[in-house]
């Protein structure tokens, strides 16, 4: 998912376009009630007195001593709702997440659904102003129930913090299996970076979880231990993905719902390129891939249609461009309560001695719209136009007209994108030589990257 990073301002960056049911309480030695929050209820919710302690968890990290049971999303766990709705899921998700760390226990199948209905505070800035008269009880709740740097982390989200909405997550997988994408490995290494609570690992059909060593790293401490809660299979990483030792060549494949934002992130290694946050996350990305890896990234529209092409670049020196296609305008409006228009990217890193490949992507062009104003877009979206799930127009936002990716009303994005995989080369990123040479990174990093944490 998108997150929030410490870092300064760009003034002036082209990017800045994108920034964008009751259940029993477990039965335990001292019984406890989690709250489900009516926000239209007389009197406010109260969470439970947040632990100033560090966080510190039994929870086991082999599955198969944990639970049976694997969690899986579905549509049914991840609700849309309005505002309102959103906050109150967020609000259990907090208190129910505390219990079961209280009591040091893995999470039960009902507990997991719950707290799968995080969304995150993206779009939801009026549960941090105390001024809301009609937000009062949420603020007063999530203020109360959280520690001061938690508080602080989720109010500094909700600029960037939008979860990926399922119809896309599974038009992703669909597209990785008619790649050929993990195909043929024996022992496949995935990343999510800016996992959110992990709805790609989540939502991931049983051959990308049965045998898949799924890495996943989110600096948001909230989002992170839903996550290890969900997902106590998986490798968790509760750190900002810049500081995150990671070996290079590793990863057959990885992906990401970028974080959007103007600004960038402190890492020595990239620091010349002067990324902004997303484009920084694909650059890591790509590096952190093995020879013949895919990275399936959603990005904000400025990474393919900006003047500056610093990252297109990078990227274009080491992998290929499988596919780009532009995702509508409302793509986001029901899971995360925004507009914005963005795009999933398909990128193949090449392996040592590999010619470039693929279809040019680097520059941009000048289009008309259907309405007769120009607009600029990535020269691939010229040549391309079909791969662009709607129409480009202009729109007037508070201080100006932004290009964005109209589709009617109605547009249901998850059927556009299966229309698209047939046109999509079949077996086109199959690894042919799945070994991964891990560049940065001693024997003992990458034996700590193949074993699931310790919660």
Not at 126 to 137: P, V
Not at 147 to 169: D, G, K, M, Q
Not at 241 to 267: C, K, Q, S
Not at 399 to 421: M, N
């Amino acid at each position: 998912m998108p997150q929030p990073h410490s870092a300064r301002p760009l003034p002036g960056d082209p990017s800045s376009e994108d920034t964008p049911a009751l259940i029993p309480a477990p039965r335990r030695r001292a019984p406890r009630i989690v709250p489900q929050f009516d926000l239209f209820a007389s009197t406010p919710p109260v969470l439970p007195a947040p632990s100033r302690q560090p966080l510190v968890s039994s929870v086991a990290a082999d599955m198969d001593s944990v639970s049976p049971y694997r969690f899986r999303l579905t549509d049914d766990v991840v609700g849309m709702g309005g505002a309102k709705a959103r906050a109150a899921a967020n609000l259990t998700a907090i208190a129910l997440t505390k219990s079961v760390e209280v009591d040091g226990r893995p999470a039960t199948p009902d507990e997991r659904r719950l707290l799968a209905e995080y969304v995150g505070w993206g779009g939801l800035p009026q549960a941090f102003e105390s001024h809301r008269l009609d937000w009062r009880e949420v603020h007063t709740a999530l203020r109360d129930g959280t520690t001061a740097p938690e508080f602080a982390a989720a109010r500094a989200s909700t600029p960037t913090a939008f979860y990926t909405p399922l119809p896309v997550i599974r038009a992703v997988y669909a597209m990785l299996d008619h790649l050929g994408v993990l195909q043929g490995i024996a022992d496949p290494r995935v990343l999510e970076p800016g996992a959110g609570v992990g709805h790609f690992i989540g939502a991931a059909p049983e051959h990308y979880r049965d045998g898949v060593r799924w890495t996943a790293i989110e600096m948001d401490e909230l989002s992170g231990r839903i996550a290890r809660l969900l997902y106590p299979e998986a490798d968790v990483r509760i750190e900002p993905f810049e500081r995150a030792r990671l070996p290079r060549g590793f990863f057959h494949a990885i992906l990401a719902n970028v974080p959007w934002g103007n600004f960038r992130v402190d890492d020595a290694a990239y620091r010349r390129l002067r990324l902004n946050v997303g484009d920084y996350f694909i650059a890591r990305s790509l590096d952190l891939l093995a020879p013949g890896g895919t990275l399936a990234a959603i990005v904000g529209r400025a990474t393919m249609d900006k003047e500056n092409p610093t990252l297109r670049r990078y990227a274009a020196e080491r992998a290929d461009l499988t596919a780009a296609i532009r995702l509508p305008d409302t793509t986001f409006a029901d899971a995360a309560n925004t507009v914005v228009t963005s795009d999933l990217l398909l990128l193949r890193k090449r392996g040592a001695g590999d010619a470039p490949t693929g279809p040019a992507w680097l520059g941009t062009r000048e289009m008309l719209t259907h309405d007769g104003e120009p607009v600029v877009v990535n020269e691939y979206y010229a040549e391309h136009p079909a791969r662009m799930l709607g129409a480009m127009r202009l729109v007037q936002r508070q201080y100006r007209k932004e290009p964005t990716c109209h589709a009617p009303l109605g547009f249901d994005v998850g059927r556009a994108l299966a229309a698209q995989i047939a046109t999509l080369p079949l077996n086109g990123c199959r690894v042919d030589d799945p070994r991964a040479v891990a560049r940065d990174c001693g024997s003992g990093d990458i034996a700590r990257i193949a074993q699931p944490a310790s919660l």
